[in-house]
């Protein structure tokens, strides 16, 4: 397992900085929601897993993991199949009947997991939250979600507010990091929630202006046209504090199959951090 840190450079900058701490390191951060097990899954899965080996994230937030037809190992054993890396990973069903889906959330981890946690959002959709080693004495905290893709922000904002709490409750000041399929565009009273819960857009925070869509892909196979998304509803966003800056977000999982076939009808966030260890 690896550690991804910057140049000897990049090291005594961070050295002589004012933080006045150690290494700066580099974090990167996937958001995706697979679409569970339809439309031809496992094909897309191994576009899937191709684009995961190319990126070689850190961190990856799930949604629409099909936990019924075991899915995270479908995925887990294309990426090591490809060379990539070796996951560690988190899940949780849907609560109450919408559990019955075999559908939920996770999270996989290139760090070892140290603890994790659970919490019911309402309407059965789940937040999931885990803390990391990255090295010895640096931890950072992810969080998971998928709201509700019906009522708008009148069912979406409460279930946002209750993830902040959630989050809130498991904040011991390391860098923390947020993805999800949120349902929600950037001017929703959903998202408002995130930034008024001290939550920051990385997309929007890395590229002032830009759409950066990622939903309204139409899987389909045999039919080269084309396409183009529509909306931005999946995020990865980052609680500011001193010792962490964004350093890039881009769309991913924007590449086809020669006929057509896309890894899922969302597209992907891939954000990469830059962290300061803490003091030695």
Not at 44 to 64: K, T, W, Y
Not at 70 to 76: H, I, K, M
Not at 134 to 157: K, M, S, W
């Amino acid at each position: 397992m690896r550690a991804k840190t910057l140049t000897i450079a990049a090291l005594l900058v961070g050295c002589s900085s004012s933080q006045g701490t150690g290494a700066i390191r580099e974090i990167s951060v996937v958001s995706l929601n697979l679409r569970h097990d339809v439309d031809f899954w496992e094909e897309r899965f191994d576009l899937i897993a191709d684009e995961i080996v190319r990126l070689d994230p850190d961190v990856i937030g799930l949604q629409e993991i099909e936990i019924g037809a075991e899915q995270s190992e479908a995925l887990t054993e294309r990426i090591a199949a490809r060379g990539g890396p070796e996951y560690e990973v988190f899940e949780v069903l849907k609560f109450g009947l919408q559990g019955l889906s075999g559908e939920g959330v996770g999270v996989f981890s290139r760090y070892p997991i140290l603890e994790s946690d659970s919490v019911d959002l309402g309407n059965g959709r789940p937040g999931v939250f885990v803390r990391l080693s990255v090295a010895p004495g640096v931890r950072v905290e992810i969080y998971d979600t998928h709201l509700h893709n019906e009522g708008g922000d009148a069912v979406r904002r409460p279930q946002m507010e209750a993830m902040i709490a959630f989050a809130a409750e498991h904040d011991q000041g390391a860098p923390r990091f947020f993805t999800g399929d949120m349902n929600a565009d950037p001017e929703s009273a959903t998202i408002a929630a995130a930034i008024e819960g001290g939550w920051k857009d990385s997309f929007a925070e890395a590229n002032p202006g830009a759409v950066g869509a990622t939903s309204g892909i139409r899987l389909r196979k045999d039919d080269p046209t084309p396409q183009r998304a529509e909306r931005r509803i999946d995020y990865v966003f980052y609680e500011p504090q001193e010792g962490v800056r964004v350093k890039s977000s881009t769309v991913t999982f924007d590449r086809p199959r020669a006929d057509g076939l896309y890894p899922s009808d969302h597209l992907g966030v891939l954000s990469v951090f830059e962290i300061t260890d803490p003091a030695p």
